[in-house]
């Protein structure tokens, strides 16, 4: 993988003071933002729509947890200087191919998802155009940013559209007036009728999809290769998350404060609505700039998908074709030198891009996302479990990096919710 250039010898972090910390941010804003999308935002404005503040806990919840699953991927990389696959790879030839067929089915599905939420927003704005022909657009811009582009641009990138991401939500949330009081109260957690999935949906919905997996690789691009980085990596996965988890509360204030109460459109065109909303209550002046922050938030996922999902195939390819004796050494030098723009990165890029655009004019088939919906509900719980295992394991672990109390106790909790969230999934899919 290519090393940013910015970034200090990978074996003598610089100081370990607060602003040498984050001078160095970005790879956990790249994982946070990536995982994000326009769905998240969608589900916490239904909810304030149909709960007000009262599941305000468990998007706090749900954010705590992401920051566990975030540090324990981190410290993984960081500590064993193996990468994930690698990792799963010691567990049994079942765990890389679970993960080979379900990196497969998902990237095809979610392709034509991501090109499709990046271009409601633009055919809102330029309405000359249609959502498909947007999408078409928007997957392209995607290949060739991630194609030619290295590492370095795109956490540039991706940071500067978080920062509009920033400014356009969070300053929606304002426009139209939190009740702090209220806001306060759903700190409390509570239960109304009804709610257990979007309390579900909210807490294993703060950024967690399979692209927490890409994390790791995002670390070592960065430059950060030894546990001396340690801290880095934790200041950079706490403001990640806890920037992603602010813009999910911003939204359900949104939700609360203009829908509650009222009727909301399911799926990402319940965005475009909640904007026409903005529009007649405040101006065309407020739809805009909900709209950009709109597309910074999809197009954002977007190109966090294309490379770091990208990356994370590109490191099954060779796990998968490594004899059963080779060392994890082997696989992990090559993953540092060789992942970014090495040829399975780039096939797997073009499967992202080009298969998925046949969906943009046909439904997508019944089979397909049945097996794509379980084998997703199921990623969540192997990602927490195997985590589990890895981290607290005396031969692949020394033990001072070793999971403590904490860590488990996290860890096991999120387990036990992603179980929950896939359990509701599956059942909501097929009765």
């Known amino acids: 993988m290519a090393v940013d250039a910015t970034s200090e010898t990978p074996g003598a972090p610089p100081d370990r003071g607060w602003g040498s910390r984050l001078k160095q941010i970005g790879p956990g804003v790249m994982a946070a933002a990536t995982g994000v999308g326009a769905g998240d935002l969608v589900a916490s404005m239904v909810a304030g729509a149909r709960y007000g503040y009262a599941l305000f806990w468990a998007v706090v919840l749900g954010t705590v947890f992401k920051l566990a699953l975030g540090e324990a991927i981190g410290r993984w990389h960081l500590v064993s200087n193996h990468t994930i696959l690698s990792g799963w790879r010691t567990l049994g030839r079942w765990a890389t191919g679970f993960f080979g067929v ?11 998802t991501a090109m499709s939420a990046s271009a409601l927003p633009l055919n809102a704005l330029f309405p000359g155009l249609s959502v498909r022909y947007w999408a078409m657009l928007c997957g392209l811009a995607g290949l060739l940013l991630v194609w030619f582009g290295r590492y370095g641009l795109l956490e540039k990138l991706m940071t500067a559209l978080v920062a509009v991401m920033f400014v356009t939500v969070v300053g929606t949330a304002v426009l139209v007036g939190p009740n702090l009081t209220a806001l306060g109260a759903g700190l409390v957690p509570s239960l109304p009728d009804g709610s257990t999935a979007y309390v579900l949906g909210l807490m294993g919905g703060v950024g967690g999809t399979i692209t927490m997996a890409a994390y790791g690789y995002w670390t070592f691009a960065k430059g950060w290769r030894s546990p001396g980085w340690l801290p880095f990596m934790r200041t950079d996965n706490a403001v990640g998350y806890v920037t992603t988890g602010v813009f999910v509360v911003a939204m359900l204030v949104v939700g609360t404060e203009i829908l509650f109460g009222s009727r909301v459109v399911g799926g990402d065109e319940g965005l475009l609505r909640l904007a026409d909303t903005l529009a007649a209550d405040y101006g065309q002046w407020a739809r805009i700039p909900f709209l950009v922050g709109f597309l910074s938030v999809a197009f954002t996922s977007l190109l966090g998908v294309w490379n770091g999902v990208s990356l994370l195939f590109a490191d099954w390819w060779r796990t998968w074709r ?40 046909l439904d997508k088939p019944f089979q397909l996302v049945i097996v794509y919906g379980v084998l997703g509900a199921l990623f969540m719980p192997f990602l927490a479990g195997t985590l589990l295992v890895l981290l607290n394991s005396p031969t692949l672990m020394p033990a001072e990096h070793r999971s403590r109390w904490l860590s488990n106790t996290a860890l096991v909790l999120c387990l036990v919710l992603f179980v929950s969230v896939g359990v509701n999934k599956i059942v909501g899919m097929l009765f």
């Open 102 to 112: 379900y990196i497969v089915i998902w990237g095809f599905i979610y392709g034509a």
């Open 322 to 361: 490594l004899p059963r004796s080779a060392p994890p050494e082997t696989a992990d030098a090559y993953a540092h030198k060789a992942g970014e723009h090495s040829r399975p990165f780039k096939l797997y890029l073009l499967w992202l891009t080009v298969p998925p655009m046949a969906l943009l004019f």
